[in-house]
């Protein structure tokens, strides 16, 4: 089993950045697709950006293309999201998820799930 921890959330200004990071244990991480997955209250989780096991294929959604960059490191065990540009909109909690393909239509798909960390966009 993969066991997920996620990283790098906070409060930050409208037009700043923030660098999420996953940690993964417990499992052949190098062979999993990967995902940060948020959710806003009341809202249908949505997935913002998928990667393949070996990095080589990435998925933006609509509202993460241009503005964040997902990346992995199979070496650290990590996947982290850059996010740029970063909008009241994307006030969120934001989920860090592994499954043996890549997942880009489906949240409920993932298998593994991190706990989640708050993103706040305010000024």
């Known amino acids: 089993q993969v066991q997920l921890v996620e990283s790098g959330g906070g409060l930050v200004q409208p037009g700043g950045s923030l660098r999420l990071s996953c940690k993964a244990s417990?499992?052949?991480?190098?062979?999993?697709?990967a995902a940060w997955i948020r959710q806003v209250p009341g809202k249908e989780r949505e997935i913002v950006a998928a990667?393949?096991?070996?990095?080589?294929?990435?998925f933006y959604g609509d509202s993460a293309k241009g503005r964040f960059t997902i990346s992995r490191d199979n070496a650290d065990n990590t996947v982290d999201l850059q996010m740029n540009s970063l909008q009241p909109d994307d006030t969120a909690v934001y989920f860090c998820?592994?499954?043996?393909?890549?997942?880009?239509?489906?949240?409920?798909?993932?298998?593994?799930w991190g706990q989640g960390t708050q993103v706040t966009v305010s000024s």
């Open positions: 417990g499992g052949s991480f190098a062979t999993y697709g």
């Open positions: 990667i393949s096991w070996n990095g080589g294929l990435t």
């Open positions: 998820a592994a499954d043996h393909g890549m997942e880009v239509s489906d949240w409920r798909e993932y298998d593994f």
